[in-house]
């Protein structure tokens, strides 16, 4: 026996060795492919918003057409961009605020969430100045309105916030999550039927639509924090991303919302006598366009995941949507310098220059996405020194600023905790 044993033994070794890689590259394989699903996602989102926003901005008014098939589809899918990006923001951030697995005060993701949702304030409010106006003394009220990366920089301070709570309270973190989501949606109707008039306008701007507002954190946060539910579930169970079950699972979830949610939503009404659930059944484009979004994660989740390669520029413009929106804001709109496309055609082309435009619009930033380094090095080497010089100085300013108001024993600790969130 042990003759026999010893004689098999290379064998035994190459089989060990053949598994051990087989299983390592069966892990390496599923890792980038997880986080293939959710770049490809986002960048699904960021092009239909792309060609949204264009076409919606350069369409003549004699087009705009609800009966006509063609228009109609369009006007699906556009309104179909933003809740799938909320979702889909919430999706990673919290997959990813998990996965670090450290407590609060430890977790790298808290830390940069709390920078990058301040960081989406500032741009949300800076993308709509005008330079010229500023510098001449001039603000106008539209300056402060709210739009999608307002909400979705409040949404990652919310959604740290309830991570924070649930473990202060010692209540499950997915409790609160859904808890939170359904409440976003169904406080909407009073957030609308309510008089903010009382408040300074920067401020009602967050709760009306009434000055302008395209977006506010009432109810859009829902769907991030819908999304969120959605990467705890991934973050518990990655593997489930890769099976048939979940993708059939989501699709099946999509339809029963989509369909559903106003009967739904009327027994609840007929429960509880909440005004508000029967305002929502009646005017339900909320959890309509939750269903629709479940059922569009079901189908890329699959797909991508029975992919062998997925071009790199999808995960790539995926991964650069921040970079995308100001860009096209600016162009499109001509805010910073009073000079953009909708300066020149604003509902004005016919829909084959307008299709030819908007094609030609999102191609554009996919090439500047692929070549996204050499033009940042490029800037960063023509960027006068003079600049970088006075950055640096206003930063040791700030820095030192700080540092003489606090407390002597905490000093050391709250300037290093300053220092990662602004640098």
């Avoid at 860009?327 to 909708?342: D, N, P």
Wanted: a positive charge.
């Amino acid at each position: 026996m042990r003759t026999f044993v010893t004689q098999f033994q290379p064998l035994l070794t190459r089989l060990r060795t053949h598994t051990a890689t087989d299983s390592v590259g069966i892990a390496q394989a599923v890792k980038p492919a997880r986080i293939q699903f959710i770049d490809v996602l986002r960048a699904f989102a960021i092009l239909m918003m792309l060609q949204g926003h264009f076409v919606d901005t350069t369409l003549a008014e004699q087009f705009r057409n609800p009966d006509h098939p063609v228009y109609s589809a369009w006007y699906f899918m556009r309104g179909l961009t933003a809740p799938i990006f909320f979702t889909t923001t919430g999706l990673v951030f919290v997959f990813l605020l998990l996965k670090d697995g450290r407590p609060l005060g430890e977790n790298v993701r808290v830390r940069k969430g709390i920078r990058r949702g301040f960081m989406l304030l500032f741009w949300g409010y800076f993308l709509k100045i005008n330079l010229f106006a500023v510098l001449s003394g001039r603000l106008y009220g539209w300056y402060f309105t709210v739009d999608v990366l307002h909400c979705i920089g409040i949404a990652l301070l919310i959604l740290i916030g309830v991570f924070a709570l649930s473990q202060k309270v010692r209540m499950p973190f997915w409790i609160l999550l859904s808890l939170l989501s359904f409440f976003a949606f169904f406080i909407d109707p009073s957030f609308k039927a309510a008089d903010w008039s009382a408040l300074p306008q920067p401020i009602a701007n967050l709760f009306t639509l009434d000055y302008g507002s395209v977006f506010t954190p009432v109810p859009w946060v829902g769907y991030t924090l819908f999304g969120g539910l959605m990467g705890y579930v991934l973050h518990v169970r990655p593997k489930l991303a890769f099976t048939h079950l979940f993708p059939l699972a989501l699709l099946v979830t999509g339809y029963l919302v989509s369909h559903y949610s106003s009967m739904a939503l009327i027994k609840l009404h007929q429960l509880s006598g909440w005004e508000n659930f029967k305002s929502l059944a009646y005017n339900n484009g909320l959890f309509w366009r939750l269903g629709h979004v479940f059922i569009v994660q079901g189908i890329f989740m699959w797909g991508i995941a029975r992919l062998r390669v997925v071009p790199r520029i999808w995960t790539k413009v995926g991964s650069e949507t921040l970079t995308i929106y100001c860009v096209h804001y600016v162009l499109l709109f001509g805010t910073w310098f009073g000079l953009g496309i909708a300066g020149f055609w604003a509902r004005s082309l016919s829909p084959w220059v307008c299709a030819l435009g908007a094609a030609s619009f999102v191609a554009a930033f996919v090439v500047l996405i692929a070549y996204i380094e050499p033009i940042r090095e490029w800037l960063y080497r023509t960027l006068p020194a003079r600049a970088r010089y006075r950055w640096r100085v206003a930063r040791v300013v700030v820095l030192r600023s700080v540092s003489r108001r606090l407390h002597a024993r905490q000093r050391l600790k709250t300037l290093s905790l300053v220092r990662s969130f602004l640098f």
